[in-house]
C-alpha cells in the first residue's frame, strides 16, 4: 500500500470581497487587481468564525467523504498562520471538537507552504506504519492580520479551510515523490509584524523560480517526465507566478488549476480548496498524475506528485 488522500473537504466564508469594494476602501482599481494578480473577489469570515471554526467544518467534510469516524483519526496536522491562540493549537481545538478522542495533534507553521508541509509530516507516519488516518488541515482566516490600508496586501488574501485525510491507497496511487525545502535569509521578505508585510517584487522573483523547479524536481523523483503530467494545482498567490509555472511545466491552460480569481490567496487552504473545484468540475479523474507545488512566508516551499485515486 501507498499513502494518498482518502477524503477532503472544504469551506469558505459567505462574504464575497470584490474588486469594486476594495475601490472604496484603498487606492486601487478592479483592473489593476485583476491584470496584476488575477484575483476579482475573495472570502472574508465574519468576526465570529475563528480559524478552528473553518478547520471544523472543512475537517467535518472530509472525514464523511473517507467514511471513516473521528475515532479512526490517529494525528491532526493543521497548517495555519493565523490560529485562534498562540496555544493551545488549532489542533488541538480540532482534536477535542471533532471527538477524535485517540488522536495527536499540533499546528504547523509554514505559511502558503504549510498544506504540503503537513501531507508529507502526515506520509511519514502513515508509510513507517505508526498511524493509519492523519488529517492534515490547510485553514486561515488572513482577514485578521491583513492591513486594509495598505493596497499592495489587502487586495491578494481571503479566508479558506482545506482538508484532507490521508491514508493507504493501493500501491502505484497516492503519493510518488516529494520535495520541502526552505531559506530562512528570505523571512525579512514576508513576514507579520502586527499585520501581515510583504516584500513583493522579492517574493515574486523567489516564487517563480522555485515553483518550477520544485515541479520539475518532484517529477524527476518520480521517474516520469513533463508530459505524463496531468495537472497541475499551483498555489493561489497571482497568476502570474502560476502561468510560469505551468509554461515551466508546458502544460496547455486547461491543465492548470485556477481558483484565485474567486478565492484570492488563502495561503495554507489554497491547494485543497482548489483540488475540490478541480475534483468537482471533472479535471481532475481517476489515475491523473497530478502536480501540487506552494511556496510561502519563511521562505518555505513543498511540492508532491500524486497519482490521484482511493
Not at 523571512?187 to 507579520?192: E, I, P, T
Not at 474567486?262 to 471533472?282: Q, R, W
Amino acid at each position: 500500500m501507498n499513502t494518498g488522500i482518502i477524503g477532503i473537504g472544504r469551506y469558505l466564508p459567505e462574504k464575497i470581497l470584490t474588486n469594486a469594494d476594495l475601490e472604496k476602501m484603498v487606492d486601487t482599481s478592479d483592473e489593476w487587481i485583476r491584470t496584476r494578480t488575477g484575483i476579482e473577489e475573495r472570502r472574508i469570515a465574519n468576526n465570529e468564525t475563528n480559524t478552528s471554526d473553518m478547520a471544523f467544518e472543512a475537517a467535518k467534510k472530509a472525514i464523511a467523504d473517507a467514511e471513516i469516524t473521528p475515532e479512526d483519526i490517529d494525528m491532526i496536522l493543521v497548517a495555519t498562520v493565523t490560529p485562534d491562540y498562540p496555544f493551545p493549537s488549532v489542533a488541538c481545538l480540532l482534536q477535542e471538537r471533532l471527538g477524535a478522542k485517540k488522536a495527536a495533534a499540533m499546528d504547523i507553521s509554514a505559511a502558503c507552504a504549510g498544506f504540503m508541509y503537513g501531507m508529507i509530516t502526515a506520509k511519514q507516519f502513515i508509510d513507517n506504519g505508526a498511524y493509519k488516518h492523519v488529517l492534515v488541515v490547510g485553514v486561515e482566516k488572513l482577514s485578521k492580520i491583513t492591513d486594509w490600508e495598505d493596497r499592495n496586501t489587502a487586495v491578494l488574501f481571503g479566508d479558506a479551510a482545506g482538508a484532507a485525510i490521508l491514508g493507504p491507497v493501493p500501491d502505484g496511487k497516492g503519493i510518488l515523490a516529494f520535495e520541502l525545502g526552505s531559506d530562512g535569509s528570505g523571512a525579512k521578505h514576508l513576514y507579520q509584524d502586527e499585520k501581515l508585510i510583504m516584500n513583493g517584487r522579492e517574493v515574486f522573483k523567489f516564487a517563480v523560480r522555485q515553483m518550477g523547479e520544485s515541479s520539475i524536481n518532484v517529477i524527476e523523483k518520480a521517474g516520469l517526465k513533463k508530459e505524463d503530467v496531468d495537472f497541475l494545482i499551483p498555489h493561489q498567490a497571482n497568476i502570474r507566478i502560476m502561468e510560469a509555472a505551468r509554461q515551466r511545466l508546458e502544460l496547455p491552460v486547461e491543465k492548470m488549476s485556477k481558483t484565485v480569481n474567486k478565492y484570492g490567496n488563502t495561503s495554507a487552504a489554497s491547494i485543497p480548496v482548489s483540488l475540490i473545484e478541480d475534483l468537482e468540475a471533472g479535471r481532475v479523474k481517476e489515475n491523473d498524475v497530478v502536480v501540487m507545488v506552494g511556496f510561502g512566508g519563511g521562505l518555505t516551499w513543498g511540492a508532491i506528485i500524486m497519482r490521484w485515486g482511493k
